[in-house]
């Protein structure tokens, strides 16, 4: 069955510190994996995509790696800030489809 | 660029009424998908479409349906509602299926009581 689990649910952290979030999927044949970010009673906006061939990928203070071999992926923050405050969700594709697989999220809050 | 918009923000029905929720883009994409986001669930795809005038079946379209007569314009359908279609509907879209991104729009709160 194709899923898409992330963990840990839910991490509060003090603003400035670094944290890394986990995505374990069992989506095969996989075209490539994305991490969003959605603020509160916001849509999820992209932060990074990777395909089978890449095994990292950076955006500012977010990076991202992949491990296709063992089907793990995880985004680290660096140096956090109050407006990193928001669900991260990892999403892969199967390929060949228009599939889309949606992890349940992490939600980050980052306290002062 | 406005990018994703969608209508209403926000929507009480009661069971049985209907309405359509409008999600537009400027973007020229050819694909557009509507999803649902429920709590401890990751966001599921209702319908989508590939180009103006073509609908595809996603996840869970029951009780829903869709229309793209034109190419910035996706419509999402609930003819009878029921409380179980309780949820934040996102409307997205992207210039092609395989390995760009999905643009989002800011959702739809539904509450059907």
């Known amino acids: 069955k194709n899923q898409v689990e992330q963990s840990p649910q839910s991490l509060i952290i003090l603003e400035g510190k670094n944290c890394t979030l986990q995505?374990?999927?069992?989506?095969?044949?996989?075209?490539?994996l994305r991490w969003y970010k959605q603020d509160t009673g916001r849509g999820p906006v992209s932060l990074t995509i990777?395909?089978?061939?890449?095994n990292t990928k950076s955006n500012g203070r977010y990076t991202a790696t992949l491990d296709a071999d063992t089907k793990q992926s995880s985004l680290h923050i660096t140096a956090s800030q109050l407006s990193d405050s928001a669900s991260y969700i990892c999403?892969?594709?199967?390929?060949?489809?228009?599939?889309?697989?949606f992890g349940t999220g992490t939600r980050l809050t980052v306290i002062p | 660029n406005a990018g994703v918009t969608q209508t209403p923000k926000f929507r009480v029905l009661k069971t049985g009424q209907s309405m359509t929720l409008l999600c537009a883009q400027d973007?020229?994409?050819?694909?557009m998908y509507w999803y649902r986001q429920d709590p401890g669930m990751g966001l599921r795809l209702i319908h989508y479409?590939?180009?103006?005038?073509?609908?595809a079946k996603g996840e869970v379209p029951d009780g829903y349906n869709v229309s793209r007569l034109k190419k910035q314009n996706f419509l999402l359908g609930l003819e009878s509602a029921a409380p179980s279609q309780t949820s934040v509907y996102f409307c997205?879209?992207?210039?092609?299926?395989?390995?760009?991104?999905?643009?989002f729009g800011p959702g739809t709160r539904l509450t059907v009581t």
């Open positions: 995505c374990n999927y069992t989506v095969s044949p996989f075209s490539n």
């Open positions: 990777m395909t089978f061939s890449e």
């Open positions: 997205a879209s992207s210039y092609s299926g395989s390995a760009t991104e999905q643009y």
């Open positions: 973007m020229n994409h050819e694909y």
């Open positions: 999403v892969v594709r199967l390929t060949g489809a228009n599939n889309l697989f």
């Open positions: 479409s590939v180009g103006e005038g073509t609908t």
